[in-house]
Structures are given as C-alpha cells and as structure tokens.
C-alpha cells in the first residue's frame, strides 16, 4: 500500500469533513460571510462561524500489512516526549503513506483538539504552498474567516491558532523544506508526521527510510487481497512469492497485481507470473488495478522532476544488473564525482547501503530506467564504459591478488553479472 492512496491530483484534503472546510461552494460572490449572492440567487452558507471541522485523518488501509517493527520505533520515539517532528522517507510505491496513516491513527487519541491531513502534492507541477496549507488549517476552525495575503501575517495567525493545543498534523507528500517548514507548529504538545520521497532535513525531525516489504509481509499481502492465492487451493504455495519477487516487494506492485488477480478469475496465477518474467511488459502487466496510480506513473512523477544530467545517469545505471559502488558509476556513467548518483539517492530513485557503500536500483526502477534510455549510441558508450571498467578491475585483481583462485571465481561472478547471466535473486542487496 502507498502512496498510490494520495493520488497526486487529488485535492488538498481528501474526503469527508474536510473537503467541506475549504469554503469555495458557490458560484458568483465572495466566500466571505454567511451569504452569498450570485445569479439572482441568495445561498445562505451552511457553516455558521462557530463550526469547524478538526478531525480530517483518513482511515488507514483495512488490509495495511506488515510494519511491526517501524510502528514500534516510531510510537515509542512519540511517546518518550522526544520526537515532535516524525518524517517518512522512501520510493514512490513504497508504503509511506499507508504507514503514516497507520501511525497517526494509533496516536490521534494522545491529540484530542484536532488531527489535519494536508496533501502537499510535492511531486505535482503545482505543489501545495505554505499559503495555502495554513489557509487551510485556520479555516478548518473558522470556514469564513477573511485571510491575510501577507505569508508573514497569515504564519502568525496560524501559531497562535495552534497554541496551547494538542494537534497532529499529517503532511503528505511534501517536496522540500521550504513546503512544511512554516507548517510545523511551535507548540510541543503537536506532532506533525512527514512523507516525501525526497530526502532534506529540518530542524528537530527524526527521519526513517521505508523499505519494501519482507517476503512473509508481501505474501500475506497478496494472499489478503487474493485468496485464492493461498496455501490450501489447487496453486503451488511458491506462488505467491514469486509474484513478490516479480513486483520486487514493493506494495503499490504488489496491490496492483493482487486486484487484478482477484477480478480477473480466469487468469492462472502461473500464467500471469510468465507474463510477469518479461520484463520488457512486466509495468504493464502489473497494472493499475485497484491503486490510484500505476507503478510506472509514479516512478514516473520522481524521474520528471530530475535534472537533465540527473536523468541521463539514472538511465546509465540500468546497465547494472546488481548492486555497484561510487568509483563504477562514476567511471561508466560519466558522473564526475558522483553527484547526480548522490541526487538520485536523495530522491529516493536509488537505494544505498552505508553498511556495504553500495549502491542499486529497484527491479522496476531500472525497468523504467532502461526505457527512458537516450540514443543507441549513447547507450553503446555506457555498455563500453561499463565492459572496460570490469575488465579493468579483474585484472588488476587478478595480477596483485595473491588468492588467484578465490579472485578469479568472484570476479567471474562479476562478469557473469555483467552479462546477465546470472539471476539477479542470487545477489545480495540488503
């Protein structure tokens, strides 16, 4: 589950009370009191000044899986009074999200004046501002109060609003620090939980990367959403693993094939993972079955707001069949100094291991990587580039190794790598 459930198109809120704090209901006239006049026609507003509406969280997903462990740490660093600001960092698809919903769900009753649910929209062309997202909050108390257009006047109306009071603030998908850093209330009884797939740092935030999910997780999410993917029915039990696999764990993939299977009786599971093994159709045949959007349009949303130079290298690394470091990125895709591999890092694009210093795509990342590919000769100099550095490197290995024999096997596994000939599920990425 994902962000597939913030839909970057949708609204600023995004059901139920909350749509209707906005204020903009008529046609003609201003929303600036309790009548409006338009067309020959007097609407009486239905919201009197005294109504608000203060509790906007939507439900989490019924069937949210798996996360026991990030739920711990994030309740328990709210709880010991230490953490005011919580930030969930990770790819397009991963879960964020549904974690954070989750997550404010099971706090709300520790912020009993008010839970917001903000959209930021980061990943759209128009982005939430800050304007507009306190507009939001203090309407929320007073559908028709008259606003400043000052930033500054209207930042000051919107802490004094928030002052003395216990409040849980949920801004999803935000782009930067500028977006939320004058959303974050000053009061140390409020907690604000952040989601972005970009990765920046603030002042007294406490950041957590989200992961896919483990292979039990993926399967008990398949199996919830498909039950006729379970042990027990006439499938092999392997299945619904390897249908994870082929998603690479990751939830928005695996909800979107899920649903598909469980509408679509009359495709066989088996069938369906021969589909998938193709990766030059596997997006496709993932699909967009119950989510609000496809794993292609949401990697998608990450790559356009790249650099030039940044997309050029995301595209060079889908020459990388596994895991790689700094120096071979930097040699093969031509990234001195592997600043745009650093940026893709920081946009979630490309996962990295401080533990090993190693860096990898996604499965479907690098499918998409590979399709957003330049010009073929440009894609012949990253394979040359990439062909010569192994190369390079085995013979170096093998001339100032003096384990020949041990060097000679891992750097055939290199090169079998390199080719392809060798499944990637035989790498270790963790």
């Given at each position: ?11 600023i809120?995004?059901?139920?009370d ?32 005294r ?11 019924h069937?949210?899986t798996?996360?026991e ?26 879960g ?7 997550l ?9 004046d008010?839970?917001?649910?903000l ?5 759209s ?15 929320s ?16 109306i919107y802490?004094?609003?928030?002052h003395?009071?216990?409040?849980l ?5 935000a ?19 952040i989601?972005s ?24 999410l ?15 039990a392997s299945?619904?693993d390897e249908?994870s696999?082929?998603?690479g764990?990751?939830p ?16 066989d599971?088996e069938t ?14 993932i ?6 959007i ?9 790559y ?31 990234d ?11 946009r979630s694009?490309v ?20 399709r957003k ?11 040359r ?25 891992f ?12 499944p990637?599920r035989?790498c270790?990425r963790?």
């Amino acid at each position: 589950m994902s962000d597939a459930i913030n839909n970057d198109d949708n609204a600023i809120t995004p059901q139920g009370d909350a749509a209707a704090s906005s204020g903009s209901v008529a046609v003609g006239g201003n929303v600036g009191g309790n009548i409006i006049v338009g067309d020959h026609n007097t609407i009486v507003n239905q919201y009197s000044t005294r109504e608000s509406f203060l509790h906007q969280l939507p439900t989490p997903p019924h069937d949210f899986t798996g996360r026991e462990q990030e739920l711990t740490e994030l309740r328990e660093a709210v709880r010991s009074g230490n953490v005011m600001i919580s930030a969930l960092h990770g790819q397009g698809g991963v879960g964020k999200t549904a974690l954070a919903l989750k997550l404010a769900d099971e706090l709300k009753e520790k912020y009993p004046d008010a839970q917001f649910y903000l959209n930021l929209k980061g990943m759209s062309d128009r982005p939430t501002t800050p304007i507009e997202a306190m507009s939001h909050v203090i309407r929320s108390y007073n559908p028709t109060r008259k606003l400043p257009d000052s930033e500054n006047e209207l930042s000051a109306i919107y802490r004094s609003i928030l002052h003395n009071k216990k409040v849980l603030l949920l801004l999803d998908n935000a782009r930067d620090r500028a977006q939320v850093e004058l959303l974050i209330p000053s009061s140390k009884d409020c907690l604000a939980i952040i989601t972005s797939r970009n990765h920046f740092a603030l002042a007294g935030m406490k950041s957590s990367n989200v992961d896919i999910l483990s292979v039990d997780d993926a399967r008990k999410l398949l199996i919830t959403i498909c039950p006729r993917l379970s042990v027990g029915t006439r499938h092999d039990a392997s299945l619904p693993d390897e249908i994870s696999n082929l998603c690479g764990y990751l939830p928005l993939a695996l909800r979107a094939a899920a649903s598909l299977l469980l509408i679509t009786p009359d495709i066989d599971p088996e069938t369906y993972i021969t589909q998938l093994r193709d990766e030059r159709t596997r997006l496709e045949k993932i699909g967009a079955e119950g989510v609000n959007i496809s794993v292609e349009a949401s990697l998608t949303l990450s790559y356009n707001q790249l650099s030039d130079d940044a997309k050029r290298a995301f595209s060079s690394l889908s020459v990388f069949p596994a895991d790689f470091d700094a120096q071979a990125e930097e040699v093969i895709c031509e990234d001195d100094g592997y600043k745009q591999l650093s940026e893709l890092v920081k946009r979630s694009l490309v996962n990295y291991s401080q533990e090993r210093m190693r860096y990898w795509l996604h499965d479907l990342a690098r499918i998409l990587a590979k399709r957003k590919s330049g010009r073929i000769d440009e894609l012949i100099i990253i394979r040359r580039n990439h062909a010569f550095f192994y190369a390079n490197t085995y013979t170096k290995l093998k001339i100032f190794s003096k384990s020949k024999n041990s060097i000679e096997r891992f750097v055939s596994l290199e090169l079998l790598l390199i080719f392809g000939l060798v499944p990637l599920r035989f790498c270790s990425r963790c």
